[in-house]
């Protein structure tokens, strides 16, 4: 019996979901039937560069004419929820990117909306699926649990105004590129409860916050430091994490610097930055019908990796 070949749509056709198409067109168990995004010239031209049947400008519409096993929303960050909500209320299952919204709520009423219609979906923190940060977790792991953290994810709310992103998204970007450090904090702490917090937002040289600080300590011992600056001239992102007699430092998530035993090893080979790991998880999840689990971010997780947002975005000091 052939192996059954999902039909998939792109919801957003600008440089994310040109990622995710492109990526994803390899598995010889999807294809792409629909696009849709309202900028005409957009989808037109990923429907022609693709070989994609069908295009659409809008999403109900796209869903009352298509049977879609799976969909990919990869719209601008702050059009993220509302555009994946009518998908999974429709009962398709989702690859949503990062953020699933631009607060815990918003999140829950994602989660709330799959579980009634039974749609599974993941939340595209790739930095889960990263084979250099997977690669350092396992050195230290073989020792035991993670014992601390260092997450550091900056850059230039000068630039990001100067691109043009909306006032509203620049005054919370915690929720647009910190929250890959976030939630892969989350992660390395073994997904666990905070039992502590202290932070701090701030707005420091701009109308918009862009200073973030946290110091968190989880139920199971493991403590983080997080920080997120956006008063930088570039963009920087880092990670520490320590463990029994051994730590591992990831530059750029380009380069890995593990110490142990005495010794240093050095990994500089990127073999998946994770987005391909991450679709193939989730649809072998929908092939198998089972649940989106760990180590991806479901819903369920991502509620709890927004929720720690909107407690350290709520610490404003003005």
Not at 47 to 71: C, S, T
Not at 200 to 215: G, I, K
Not at 295 to 305: I, Y
């Amino acid at each position: 019996m052939p192996d059954i070949v999902l039909n998939a749509a792109l919801i957003g056709c600008g440089g994310r979901g040109r990622g995710h198409l492109e990526t994803m067109k390899a598995f010889d168990d999807l294809r792409f039937v629909a696009v849709c995004d309202p900028v005409e010239e957009l989808c037109d031209r990923m429907a022609a560069e693709h070989a994609v049947p069908r295009k659409y400008e809008d999403i109900g519409d796209m869903l009352a004419k298509e049977e879609l096993d799976l969909a990919v929303i990869a719209t601008p960050a702050h059009l993220n929820g509302q555009c994946a909500l009518p998908v999974i209320q429709a009962g398709v299952h989702t690859l949503l990117e990062k953020p699933p919204g631009l607060s815990g709520a918003e999140t829950e009423g994602l989660r709330d909306a799959a579980n009634t219609s039974g749609a599974k979906v993941l939340v595209g923190w790739n930095r889960r699926f990263h084979s250099l940060i997977r690669k350092a977790r396992g050195l230290i792991e073989e020792r035991g649990a993670v014992t601390q953290i260092v997450a550091e994810f900056h850059k230039s709310m000068t630039d990001l105004h100067r691109r043009g992103f909306p006032d509203h998204l620049l005054d919370n970007f915690i929720y647009e590129t910190p929250i890959h450090a976030i939630d892969l904090t989350r992660s390395l702490a073994g997904s666990s409860p905070i039992a502590e917090l202290h932070a701090v937002a701030h707005r420091a040289n701009s109308p918009f916050v862009d200073v973030y600080a946290a110091l968190i300590r989880f139920e199971n011992g493991c403590v983080a430091q997080l920080t997120a600056n956006f008063t930088t001239d570039a963009r920087l992102e880092r990670y520490e994490i320590h463990g029994r007699d051994c730590s591992a430092y990831l530059e750029g998530v380009r380069k890995s610097v593990v110490q142990r035993d005495g010794k240093t090893e050095v990994f500089d080979v990127v073999e998946s930055g994770g987005t391909a790991e991450q679709a193939r998880f989730l649809i072998d999840c929908i092939k198998e019908d089972r649940p989106v689990g760990l180590p991806a971010a479901g819903l369920d997780e991502a509620v709890e990796t927004m929720k720690l947002a909107d407690r350290i975005r709520a610490e404003l000091r003005d």
